[in-house]
């Protein structure tokens, strides 16, 4: 199918649609017992996103289920660090842990393993060949400095101090982190492109921690090189920027980062971001995850609420967030009808 008949393509490439397409971030998850299942024979999370069969397939679910307008690569933001040498986990009910923690192991002592990454190619090129035509096939990777607080501190964090503090202390050990991240997201994300995404997102999810003049320096500064390197790499795949949490900062992100879309997270005032964004600029969002979690009226209102208020704007619907592990799949399933009017479901 033609790209300008993938509405979401579309939208990215700076159409706007009186019914936006929908994906939600997370979309393949805890939240679908097919998901659950198949992680369970698996044996856990690396496990079925190292396989990629499974990890097609687990792609797949929400598409088939849903007929979302887009679906996103089975992986991880944590791939990137496995590749750069760590040892990377992912506990039941404790989240990701990453060994060592660079805030007391040198990055140079750390042996790189780029064939980790391989295995996500191969579930990009069969999840390419298994989409319906109408599916835009969405890659990902963390941005540097997301991805650089769970290298430094080894697992998740509250408000990511350990790095933020790192940072400042030595600037230049930092630097070189989050270097040697920027690096391999440039070639992890081509290699996704010519294996078969048609556009990708940059999950920038701790953006909000930063001061702004750190901001400037580790979100800023390395999404828009990343940006312009993929650019020159790959000419006319668009670039999804999500700095959650960057507030009143997307616009200096929009211009300095200058994606081709950019994502709002649900603290962020649609109306607000419609008037401080760059005109014609497609956004991305921004219902509450918990709305969704909730259903009824309060999904309503919410659904009503962002789509009221990108009246000129291109925009694609979405959370603000990633969609909750205990999230009702009749709520999921009335959010897509309320916003497509049921006139395409
Ligand atoms: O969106 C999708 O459906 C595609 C897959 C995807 C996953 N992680 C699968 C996953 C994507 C895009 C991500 C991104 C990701 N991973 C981010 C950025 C987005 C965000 O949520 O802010 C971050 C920070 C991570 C790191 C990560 N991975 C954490 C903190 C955790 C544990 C928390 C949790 O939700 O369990 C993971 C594990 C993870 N990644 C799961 C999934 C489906 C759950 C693993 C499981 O099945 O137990």
Known sequence: MPTSLKPLLGVLEGRRLDVPPIWLMRQAGRYLPEYRALRAEKGGFLALATDPEAAAEVTLQPIRRFGFDG???????LMVPWALGQDLSFGVGEGPRLTPPLVDHAL???ERAPERLEPVYATVARVARALPTETTFLGFAGSPWTV?????NGSGSKDQGETRAFAYRDEAAFAEIVGAILELTVEYLARQITA?????QLFDSWAGSLSPEQFERW???PNAEIVTRLRERCPGVPIIGFPKGAGAKLAAYAAGVAPDA???DETVDPVWADGALPAGMPVQGNLDPLALLTGGETLDRGVDRVLAAF???PHLFNLGHGIGQHTPIANVERLIARVRRDVRG
């Open 108 to 110: 140079g002592a750390l």
């Open 262 to 264: 950019i994502g709002l």
């Open 196 to 200: 078969g995404v048609e556009a990708v």
């Open 311 to 313: 009246p000129e704007r």
């Open 219 to 221: 979100v800023i500064a």
């Open 148 to 152: 650089a607080t769970y290298m430094v």
């Open 71 to 77: 679906a996103i690569l089975f992986s991880d933001i």
